[in-house]
C-alpha cells in the first residue's frame, strides 16, 4: 500500500501542474484587460490594429467610424491612430477619415458620441465598407478600459473585439482634457522645528518662492450658423456638416447678384472634374481650371467662380453636383437665395462632353448637358 501511495501522489500533483498550465494558457496574450496592471494607449491601438488585420479578410474595406469617450480629443485620436496603424499594415482598404467625416455630417452625430449599431451600419454601407470600427473608453479609477470592435455591414455581427487597460498616463490626461494642463503652485517645505539658535537660524533663512498660476485665457467660442443664416462673406449657410474636419464646416452661397450665365468648356476633353459628392465643388473646380490653362479656354464657369470676388472673399468655387442639389433643398425650397426657374451649372463633368446641371423650378430634375451650351452659375465657399 505504502508502494502504491509512493507513486500515486506524484502522479496527482503532474495532473494538477498540467491543468493549472492549461488554464494559464487559456487567457489571450494580446488581451491585456486581463491582467491587473495596463499598457499605454498608444500599445493598445497598435495592438487593436494587429488584432484586426488579423482577423478580417485581406482586401476588406474598413471604416472607422465611432469612439465613445469623454472628449472629441481623445475620440479623434483613436480613429486618426487606428486608421494609420492599419494603412501602414497595407492589408485592408481603410476608408479615408475626410469621406467618413462627410457621410458623418449628414447624419448629424459626433465621432466621441454613443452611437446605435443601425446608424454605424447604414453609413458603412453609404461608404461602401464591409466593415466599421467602433469603441469606447471606461474610467476604472486609475486605469482605463478600452474596448476595439469591428462590426459586420450586413449582418450587425461582431467580427473583432480587442479589450486592454490603458494606463493613465500624460497623453491620456492631455487627449481626457483636449490638452489643457493645470499649473500648480508649490511652496518650498519648511525646515523641521527643534531647539536651538541653529534650527531657527535654518527655517529664518529657507526662501519662500511664489510660483504664479498662469491662467489658461479660453479662446472665443466659434460662430455657430443655422441653414439660411447669412455667412462670413455676406452669402447663405445652405449645408453644416457638423464639426471643423479637413479644414471646413460649412458650406455658403454667393447671392443672387453674383450670377451669370455662360459655357462649362472642354468640350471634347475630360477636364478630370468627375467628383460629385459634398466637398468636392472645390476639388473639381481646381481640376478643371488647371485643364482649361492647358486648352487656353476662357469665360468658362469654373474661371467665373474662381476670379469672383465677393464679400471680400475670393474661396469661391462652382459646386459639385450633391452641393448644387444641396442649394435647391435648403435655400430655393424655402424661398432663400433669389434662385431663378432655370438650369444651373455643376462642377461634376459627366464625360468629355456633357456635365451635370440641375433645374431649380422643375422638381429639382438633374441632367447631363452640353458642355459648350451656356447655363446660370452660382458660385460657393466653404469654411
Not at 187 to 194: E, R, T
Not at 208 to 215: E, G, H, K, L
Not at 259 to 269: A, D, M, P, V
Not at 376 to 382: G, L, Y
Request: glycine share 10%.
Amino acid at each position: 500500500m505504502k508502494n502504491q501511495l509512493f507513486y500515486i501522489i506524484p502522479l496527482i500533483m503532474l495532473i494538477m501542474g498540467c491543468t493549472t498550465s492549461a488554464k494559464t494558457a487559456a487567457i489571450p496574450a494580446e488581451d491585456s484587460a486581463a491582467s491587473p496592471g495596463g499598457i499605454t494607449l498608444d500599445q493598445a491601438l497598435k495592438k487593436a490594429a494587429v488584432r484586426i488585420d488579423e482577423r478580417i479578410a485581406e482586401g476588406s474595406k474598413i471604416a472607422p467610424l465611432n469612439f465613445n469617450s469623454p472628449h472629441d480629443k481623445f475620440s479623434g485620436y483613436v480613429l486618426d491612430e487606428l486608421t494609420a496603424n492599419l494603412v501602414d499594415s497595407k492589408k485592408l482598404t481603410v476608408v479615408d477619415r475626410k469621406e467618413v467625416d462627410l457621410i458623418r455630417g449628414e447624419f448629424d452625430f459626433q465621432f466621441s458620441g454613443k452611437v446605435g449599431d443601425d446608424s454605424m451600419q447604414e453609413l458603412g454601407r453609404m461608404l461602401g465598407a464591409q466593415s466599421i470600427i467602433s469603441g469606447s473608453l471606461t474610467d476604472l479609477g486609475g486605469l482605463y478600459r478600452i474596448v476595439i470592435r469591428v462590426l459586420n455591414v450586413q449582418n450587425a455581427s461582431v467580427e473583432v473585439q480587442y479589450r486592454a487597460n490603458i494606463e493613465d498616463e500624460r497623453l491620456m490626461t492631455a487627449l481626457l482634457t483636449g490638452g489643457k494642463t493645470t499649473v500648480a503652485a508649490t511652496m518650498p517645505k519648511q525646515a523641521p522645528s527643534g531647539s536651538g539658535t541653529a534650527a531657527a537660524t535654518q527655517t529664518q533663512a529657507a526662501p519662500v518662492v511664489q510660483i504664479p498660476v498662469q491662467t489658461q485665457v479660453e479662446p472665443p467660442a466659434p460662430t455657430i450658423y443655422k441653414i439660411g443664416d447669412t455667412g462670413p462673406a455676406g452669402g447663405l449657410i445652405f449645408y453644416d456638416k457638423g464639426n471643423n474636419s479637413g479644414g471646413w464646416r460649412y458650406l455658403e452661397a454667393a447671392l443672387a447678384s453674383t450670377e451669370t450665365t455662360t459655357r462649362w468648356g472642354t468640350k471634347g476633353t475630360d477636364a478630370g472634374g468627375r467628383k460629385t459628392g459634398l466637398g468636392e465643388g472645390k476639388d473639381n473646380t481646381q481640376a478643371v481650371l488647371a485643364a482649361m490653362n492647358q486648352l487656353g479656354e476662357s469665360a468658362t464657369a469654373v474661371q467665373y467662380c474662381v476670379n469672383l470676388n465677393f464679400g471680400g472673399f475670393r474661396d469661391w468655387f462652382l459646386p459639385s453636383k450633391a452641393e448644387l442639389n444641396l442649394m435647391y433643398s435648403n435655400l430655393k425650397m424655402n424661398g432663400l437665395g433669389g434662385f431663378k426657374n432655370e438650369w444651373y451649372w455643376s462642377s461634376s463633368e459627366n464625360n468629355s462632353s456633357t456635365s451635370w446641371i440641375q433645374h431649380f423650378g422643375d422638381n429639382g430634375r438633374q441632367r447631363d448637358y452640353d458642355k459648350n451650351d451656356t447655363n446660370i452659375v452660382r458660385a460657393v465657399r466653404r469654411f
